[in-house]
């Protein structure tokens, strides 16, 4: 069974920079297909960023292009999600998740059947 890790949240200002890390254990994670989704106090959860299998397409949500990058290191078993120029509105608990199906787009968090337990981003001068 799969098993997700996060961290690297905490608090920053506006115009920071913060890199989320999910570690996995317990399977290979290019098996996986990998999104980062957030979830701000009273609002649903949102997919933030999505890796798809097998060729590593990513996706990204309109409001984080240009300022989040997805990556991944398959011998650390682990995904990354570097946040740069972040702004009050990216304030979220931040989760990973994966899915055995291949993505084309960020799809609901229901397409998702294992996640992480969360890392508190909060972006506030």
């Known amino acids: 069974q799969v098993q997700l890790v996060e961290s690297g949240g905490g608090l920053v200002q506006p115009g920071g920079s913060l890199r989320l890390s999910c570690v996995f254990s317990?399977?290979?994670?290019?098996?996986?297909?990998i999104a980062w989704f957030r979830q701000a106090p009273g609002k649903e959860r949102e997919g933030v960023s999505c890796?798809?299998?097998?060729?590593?397409?990513?996706y990204y949500v309109d409001s984080v292009k240009g300022r989040f990058t997805m990556s991944r290191d398959d011998a650390k078993s682990t995904v990354y999600l570097q946040m740069n120029s972040l702004k009050p509105e990216d304030t979220a608990v931040y989760y990973c998740?994966?899915?055995?199906?291949?993505?084309?787009?960020?799809?609901?968090?229901?397409?998702?059947?294992?996640w992480g337990q969360g890392t508190q981003v909060t972006v506030s001068s």
């Open positions: 317990g399977v290979t994670l290019n098996y996986y297909s």
């Open positions: 890796l798809s299998k097998p060729d590593g397409s990513i």
């Open positions: 998740a994966a899915t055995k199906r291949r993505l084309f787009s960020c799809p609901s968090s229901s397409y998702f059947g294992s």
